[in-house]
């Protein structure tokens, strides 16, 4: 790598007041390290929607064991507290994929107040019938953080554990990663849309499980059809879609495939408030 352009890329990142850390690897080296704005080597951060990346390899670590059949499943198999509720009949034929695409036909929360307050209320099982849909699903994309919640508590639900704990089991303490917090809600589910707290150099090691296609140290930890799957986009120029959303510098013409995993392997994205992550050949900027 060019060390000008690496030199460059530390002296931009020191100007930026919400980064945290900035890691550079390169053919599954750290080759370069450097944290910002009080933060360090073993600061655990939110990762915020980043989370959703963890809660999609989830999804196809399960899928891998047995506990889920098929992305063909249909969402309301795995909550029959509202299954007999439901007014929309198009609801019944939401799938799995389509939740991990972001093509259910939920609505993105920040266009109302109201939405804004269910995702902040705590208990997201009723909101599966109290949300309407703004799409067939399958038709169009919309982001939706409830979407990335419910597929949270399908995981807990067809694993007969909570996230976390069946993280650390298959994906966390397999790579060598020390997970901090991970926040819940009301019922105690962990939130499949953000909240995760890890240091940036353990979530470099997943980034990396992503563009090994799902192996570490010879051990297949994330099927790797599954990261193939996963890094397809579904979406063209996703983001939009959302109201000239419109987020880091670098944001444009992006896709959108499994809950965005492995980071944005196929892109450039600054997020906010922590990291920056993106890809080029066998490099990792994160």
Known sequence: MDPLLVAALYYNAAQMETLYGLLVIVNGRLIAEGYFNEGSI???????????SFTSALVGIAMEQGYLSSVDQKMLEFFPEVAGQI????????????LLQMRAGYPWEETHPDLWAGL???RYVPLIEAFPLVADPGTAFHYSNLTSNWLGIIVDRACGTNLKSYAEEHLFVPIGIEVGEWGTDLDGHNNGCGDLH???????????????????????IIPADWVHDSLQSYTKDAFSEMAGK????YFRDVGYGYQDSGFGVRCCIECQPSFSFGTRNDSLVL
């Open 42 to 52: 073993d600061q655990k951060a939110r990762l915020q929607s980043a989370t959703k």
């Open 87 to 98: 007014t929309d009949p198009r609801k019944e034929q939401i799938t799995i994929q389509q």
């Open 120 to 122: 902040l209320s705590g």
């Open 198 to 220: 890890l240091t940036a150099r353990d979530a470099a090691k997943f980034g990396l499980l992503y563009l090994n296609d799902g192996e570490y140290q010879g051990e297949q």
């Open 246 to 249: 419109r987020i880091g510098r």
